[in-house]
């Protein structure tokens, strides 16, 4: 595709389920990068990866949060037992290397927690 | 802690104003720094980096070692400037981001 892709882009649920996000990076991007958006806050890291691995995942919140990505492609951002302060836009973003520092963000996906 | 701090949430200036974004980082090493925009309905995108020293729709930005800032510079504010814009920076880690101005350009 022509940008970096995310699914879905509203997701409104109640307080204990489970999420899942959906990143397509582009075609070719080995560094795929999750950051959540809370109303307003900066941008917080969640978790990178390279290629499938993720050399740093220091920044997710809680064991409530995990993500996988396969194929070196699509990129998946689970939260368990969801709770109202989840509430945010997650960001996903990729980039041609995990040493190249342009990021390509995706529009991103809004969640919100009742 | 690694940190970018953007003083300001909000910036108001007139058209044909010149702008002036702070942006000071919190890091002891050769970071590289950027400066992210983001246009209302558009996606978070580059604006500049350090590293270039290039000037993108007029706007500039010297990184100030001694200063620890990174400050972004227009003369001349078009009210097509106005949109949310973030500051960030990469040690040894992803990109760390500040928490953005939004820069309002009036007419």
């Known amino acids: 595709g022509a940008g970096v892709s995310q699914s879905p882009s509203n997701k409104v649920t109640e307080k204990g389920k489970d999420v899942e996000l959906r990143c397509d990076p582009i075609?070719?991007?080995?560094?795929l990068y999750w950051y959540r958006q809370r109303l307003g806050q900066g941008l917080e890291f969640l978790i990178y990866?390279?290629?499938?691995?993720?050399?740093?995942k220091s920044g997710l919140p809680s064991d409530r949060f995990s993500a996988e990505r396969t194929g070196e492609s699509v990129s998946t951002l689970t939260i368990q037992r969801t709770q109202q302060e989840d509430s945010a836009v997650y960001l996903c973003?990729?980039?041609?290397?995990?040493?190249?520092?342009?990021?390509?963000f995706g529009e991103g996906s809004r969640l919100t927690v009742l | 802690a690694q940190r970018v701090t953007q003083p300001e949430k909000l910036l108001s200036v007139f058209k044909g104003a010149p702008v002036e974004l702070k942006c000071n980082y919190s890091?002891?090493?050769?970071?590289?720094l950027f400066w992210y925009v983001q246009y209302s309905r558009q996606r978070l995108q580059l604006l500049l980096r350090h590293i270039s020293r290039e000037s993108i729709k007029g706007f500039t930005a010297d990184l100030n070692k001694g200063e620890t800032s990174f400050h972004l510079k227009k003369p001349f504010a078009q009210e097509e400037d106005s949109a949310m814009y973030y500051c960030a920076y990469s040690g040894n880690t992803p990109l760390v981001f500040g928490k953005g101005t939004r820069l309002s350009v009036i007419a």
């Open positions: 890091y002891s090493g050769s970071p590289e």
């Open positions: 990866f390279q290629g499938n691995s993720a050399p740093d």
């Open positions: 075609s070719g991007h080995t560094a």
């Open positions: 973003a990729s980039s041609l290397s995990g040493g190249v520092r342009e990021l390509f």
